[in-house]
């Protein structure tokens, strides 16, 4: 059964800050994502990673993937306020996108001013 | 591109009652359509996986009685929970993978389902 586990699950910062949300998952994957979630809305896809080394980055947000440790990372550069949100890692099986993900629990981040 | 549609986005009903939810991919074919639920404060928890044309596969301790899924075109899945009662009040999301394309699934924009 494969496993996701997020930490931490509560986060809160200051503007200006950086830090990293932790993403571990228990059996081999073959693609690994991470979702952005505001109060009362769906998943906005952030980032998709399908390899090992794999790094994306997108304004303060950058991820990484080492498949080999099975660990994903989301690093927040210099936290502004609108990056206030909960963030989920997600995890497929090897089914090549057949089948569905598996979710952590959840980072909620709380940016103060 | 890549747009989920899922409808209604808000629904109220009573005790006892069934509730159907569509969900649509608008401008790409879905082989494959997941479905999701999210309690408050919560994760979301895979449910059912549809492929058109064929019987859901459900995810262990999900009734398949209770939540009827159809996935009768390439563009539809529709999630039907009958005989609502208040513990399958949750938000529901529904997921599309594109045909023979990518990895990624797109997220549709979610249920609130309130069972009073």
């Known amino acids: 059964e494969l496993k996701v586990e997020q930490n931490p699950l509560f986060l809160s910062m200051q503007e200006g800050k950086n830090y990293t949300i932790y993403c571990n998952y228990s059996t081999t994957s073959d693609r690994l994502y991470w979702y952005r979630q505001d109060p009362g809305k769906s998943l906005e896809s952030l980032f998709v990673?399908?390899?090992?080394?794999a790094v994306k980055q997108e304004g303060r947000l950058m991820a990484s993937l080492d498949t080999k440790a099975r660990l994903s990372t989301l690093h927040i550069t210099a936290a502004v306020h609108d990056l206030s949100a909960t963030y989920f890692c997600?995890?497929?099986?090897?089914?090549?996108?057949?089948?569905?993900?598996?979710f952590g629990k959840g980072t909620h981040l709380i940016i103060q001013p | 591109g890549a747009v989920v549609s899922q409808h209604p986005s808000r629904v109220i009903c009573k005790s006892g009652t069934s509730v159907k939810i569509e969900c649509r991919s608008l401008d790409f074919q879905a082989t494959t359509m997941f479905w999701y639920r999210q309690f408050p404060k919560q994760s979301l928890m895979l449910m059912a996986t549809?492929?058109?044309?064929?019987?859901?596969?459900?995810e262990q301790g999900v009734e398949k009685d209770k939540f009827l899924i159809n996935h009768a075109s390439l563009t539809l899945s529709t999630l039907t929970v009958t005989s609502a009662h208040p513990e399958d009040s949750s938000f529901y999301i529904c997921?599309?993978?594109?045909?023979?394309?990518?990895?990624?699934?797109?997220f549709g924009q979610g249920t609130r389902l309130t069972v009073v």
């Open positions: 549809s492929n058109e044309g064929s019987k859901a596969t459900y």
């Open positions: 990673l399908l390899s090992n080394g």
């Open positions: 997600a995890v497929g099986g090897s089914g090549g996108g057949a089948d569905g993900l598996t």
């Open positions: 997921s599309a993978r594109r045909l023979r394309v990518g990895t990624e699934a797109f």
